[in-house]
């Protein structure tokens, strides 16, 4: 990747995060940024039966892509690019599980909702899987996450021809009792209020 583009992209990723209130779950070592809000969308139902409706409040998943990209600088398998998204994924999910808990309104959060084209293999992570209406909103995204796919992958231009039919815009959920049930530690589940 161009370093010129990476370090645009690092100033456009510091004015978009203040824009969006994001908030890091762990700076340093973790690949999500999340941010607290009312969910807006159809009743989603997820692996452990549990419903999150319009309204409810969620813990909204973005994966770090510029962070992601600093990681995949000079990686040039597609499989290795996976693989390390997938390995980074895994090992930020017990701190996203922690950061849930440790959240003044944790009782009041139904789960943790995103919207992303990597979605294939999250349910063996407990998350469900659902098609996104194609509004406005997600039409940009779908548009934006294009970009960010071309600047990543490295085979993106490649990879952007084939995209629309292999790797559709999907929201991805969990409730937070699977979260906590699959990635808290014993010790912060006892602490967790029901």
């Known amino acids: 990747m161009n370093t010129g583009i990476l370090l645009l992209w690092g100033v456009w990723d510091h004015i978009y995060q203040r824009c969006t209130r994001l908030r890091y779950v762990n700076k340093q070592s973790n690949i999500f940024r999340v941010v607290l809000l009312r969910y807006r969308g159809e009743t989603l139902l997820t692996s452990d039966n549990r419903q999150i409706c319009s309204g409810d409040l969620i813990l909204k998943l973005h994966i770090h892509n510029y962070k992601f990209a600093t990681l995949c600088k000079g990686v040039k398998n597609e499989t290795r690019t996976a693989l390390l998204l997938r390995k980074q994924i895994v090992s930020s999910l017990p701190s996203l599980a922690s950061y849930l808990a440790s959240l003044p309104r944790v009782g009041e959060i139904k789960g943790v909702v995103g919207t992303t084209m990597l979605h294939k293999g999250v349910s063996h992570l407990g998350f469900s899987v659902s098609d996104v209406p194609m ?47 699959l990635y808290l530690s014993p010790r912060e589940a006892e602490k967790e209020p029901s």
């Open 135 to 181: 509004n406005w909103f997600f039409r940009y995204k779908r548009w934006y996450l294009r970009i960010m796919m071309r600047i990543i992958h490295p085979n993106g231009k490649e990879r952007i021809k084939r995209w629309d039919d292999c790797m559709p815009l999907k929201r991805v959920y969990i409730s937070k009792e699977e979260l906590f049930r």
